[in-house]
Nanobody
Framework: QVQLVESGGGLVQAGGSLRLSCVVS?????MGWFRQAPGKERESVAA????????YYTDSVKGRFTISRDNAKNTVYLQMNSLKPEDMAVYYC??????????????????WGQGIQVTVSS
């Protein structure tokens, strides 16, 4: 079966950095990261094609976050730098079976991780 397991979350001071990892088993996928803060709707963060040649970012994280992948390790990463309090949320890893189309739409994704908390203190 397909499984996605996130790790690397935690507590960071504003301006600090954190790297999230998502280990994917059961297939080859395009991948996305989403996040949801308390009282807010889920929003897209970033996405990457299966081969890693195409990446996408929501405007609020451009220049600060980097999505990457190491297919030999079946792992997708989200490097988060210059973290702000507004980045605080539960972050979710998601997998798309057919390739990215409307990358920011959660309905395009077939499998989801359980989510991992990122807390940013001021």
């Amino acid at each position: 079966q397909v499984q996605l397991v996130e790790s690397g979350g935690g507590l960071v001071q504003a301006g600090g950095s954190l790297r999230l990892s998502c280990v994917v088993s059961g297939g080859a996928f395009s991948m996305g990261w989403f996040r949801q803060a308390p009282g807010k709707e889920r929003e897209s963060v970033a996405a990457i094609s299966w081969g890693g040649s195409s990446t996408y970012y929501t405007d609020s994280v451009k220049g600060r976050f980097t999505i990457s992948r190491d297919n030999a390790k079946n792992t997708v990463y989200l490097q988060m730098n210059s973290l702000k309090p507004e980045d605080m949320a539960v972050y979710y890893c998601a997998a798309n079976k057919r390739g990215l189309w409307r990358w920011s739409d959660p309905k395009e994704y077939d499998y989801w991780g359980q989510g991992i908390q990122v807390t940013v203190s001021s």
